[in-house]
């Protein structure tokens, strides 16, 4: 029966560990940010080392092999530490999704630590403490009282994650945002509950599925983020416009307008030729965080269309709208960050907009259309200069 049980467990952390090493493979740096991906693959390290440990661990609890005090002592710490470190990695990974510049700030990165390394340092140094477990004469773990700093400080990160998800959910009107937040919300909600019923059973299996549950949650919401999303703005790309276009423009119709905008920056490559690539990078960057600003205000879609082009698609709650009413906010929140960041241009977009009412044209065919309007206003500016 010893057998049987074990091997079951062994079946279970080779799987664990086999399809770590699939998404360590899989992550890709062209979906996260630099710091994201060292993070999260040093998540998954982490999380290899925990199930190697928790299966040696295993043979010992089952008497399969028979070790000294001090090598189980050894192993044990190992072991906590582990899972200590995956659980600060996946904090430290959330706070780079939700909050990147709060990452940047020198004392967040200094000060975030601190518990981590505190807990560390309490385990490391147990053989000669004894303040966080012993081992009984049975060669069995029993838990003293500074073993509660590990779930303590470990609670108190996905606290404060869920604390700065849930401010920045009911401050943000932006829809993608918003499902990155809560999804930050619902996994954080996850792991507190496995952590108690880890905690009130000390039983072996539940804390390693429960954490790969937890990374591979994450996982495919960094990959389907990545697929649907521009690297650089962080807004829908054009396969994600594709998509909604296709599917929205099917629900279109006279009474039921659908608006299509299409935007670019105005004197953009004299900006990257002035300023570097650099600060091109920047003005797109400044002009797509307007337009979600603005299509969060009036319920639209928004994507980078390419290059410099950015579209918007609009389906307002009243009849023969104030098409001007998206391009000027636009204009506006432009002028108010470029005067804040004390940029030497001022930004600005011209822009083409075509009502979408037959369901038979195609989304190129509306693209088109709005294109026309955009460098018909284009030319007129020209000529006025």
């Given at each position: 029966m010893v057998n049987e049980l074990f091997y079951a467990y062994l079946i279970l952390m080779i799987s664990l560990?086999?399809?770590?090493?699939?998404?360590?493979?899989?992550?890709?740096?062209?979906?996260?940010?630099?710091?994201?991906?060292?993070?999260?693959?040093?998540?998954?390290?982490?999380?290899?080392?925990?199930?190697?440990?928790?299966?040696?661990?295993?043979?010992?609890?089952?008497r399969l092999i028979v070790l000294p005090s001090r090598v189980l002592f050894t192993i044990y710490e190992l072991t906590t530490i582990s899972v200590v470190t995956v659980s600060f990695m996946l904090f430290w990974f959330m706070l780079l999704r939700i909050a990147p510049r709060a990452f940047r700030r020198p004392y967040v990165k200094?000060?975030?630590?601190?518990?981590?390394?505190?807990?560390?340092i309490l385990i490391a140094t147990n053989y000669w403490t004894k303040v966080v477990y012993t081992i009984d004469s049975s060669q069995h773990i029993q838990y003293e009282w500074g073993y509660n700093a590990v779930p303590i400080i470990t609670v108190a990160y996905f606290a404060e994650i869920m604390f700065i998800a849930a401010m920045k959910y009911r401050k943000t009107t932006v829809v993608s945002k918003r499902r990155t937040y809560r999804l930050?919300?619902?996994?954080?909600?996850?792991?507190?509950?496995?952590?108690?019923?880890?905690?009130?059973?000390?039983?072996?299996?539940?804390?390693?599925?429960?954490?790969?549950?937890?990374?591979?949650?994450?996982?495919?919401?960094?990959?389907?983020?990545?697929?649907?999303?521009?690297?650089?703005?962080?807004?829908?790309?054009?396969?994600?416009?594709?998509?909604?276009?296709?599917?929205?423009?099917k629900n279109v119709s006279e009474e039921n307008p659908m608006y299509l905008y299409v935007f670019d920056v105005d004197s953009f490559k004299q900006i990257n030729d002035r300023y570097g690539h650099a600060e091109g990078d920047d003005a797109l960057v400044m002009t797509a965080s307007a337009i979600k600003q603005t299509v969060g205000k009036?319920?639209?879609?928004?994507?980078?269309?390419?290059?410099?082009?950015?579209?918007?698609?609009?389906?307002?709650?009243?009849?023969?709208?104030?098409?001007?009413?998206?391009?000027?906010?636009?204009?506006?929140?432009?002028?108010?960050?470029?005067?804040?960041?004390?940029?030497?241009?001022?930004?600005?977009?011209?822009?083409?907009?075509?009502?979408?009412?037959?369901p038979t044209l195609s989304a190129a065919?509306?693209?088109?259309?709005?294109?026309?309007?955009?460098?018909?206003?284009?030319?007129?500016?020209?000529?006025?200069?």
């Open positions: 560990f086999v399809f770590t090493l699939f998404l360590l493979i899989k992550i890709s740096p062209d979906l996260v940010s630099k710091d994201e991906h060292t993070v999260f693959r040093l998540m998954l390290v982490s999380f290899m080392i925990y199930v190697f440990l928790c299966t040696l661990w295993a043979m010992c609890e089952f200094w000060l975030a630590p601190l518990p981590y390394v505190f807990t560390v930050m919300i619902e996994a954080t909600l996850f792991i507190f509950i496995i952590a108690y019923v880890d905690n009130m059973f000390r039983y072996l299996t539940v804390l390693p599925v429960a954490a790969f549950g937890a990374i591979l949650f994450i996982f495919v919401n960094v990959q389907e983020s990545g697929i649907n999303s521009d690297k650089l703005t962080l807004m829908n790309n054009r396969r994600k416009a594709d998509d909604y276009l296709s599917d929205r423009l009036y319920s639209g879609f928004a994507a980078r269309w390419g290059g410099d082009e950015f579209i918007i698609a609009w389906t307002p709650d009243k009849k023969a709208p104030d098409l001007n009413v998206i391009p000027d906010s636009i204009s506006e929140l432009l002028k108010q960050s470029c005067k804040a960041a004390g940029k030497p241009y001022e930004l600005s977009v011209s822009w083409g907009c075509t009502a979408c009412t037959n065919a509306y693209i088109k259309e709005a294109d026309a309007g955009l460098y018909e206003m284009k030319r007129k500016r020209q000529a006025l200069r």
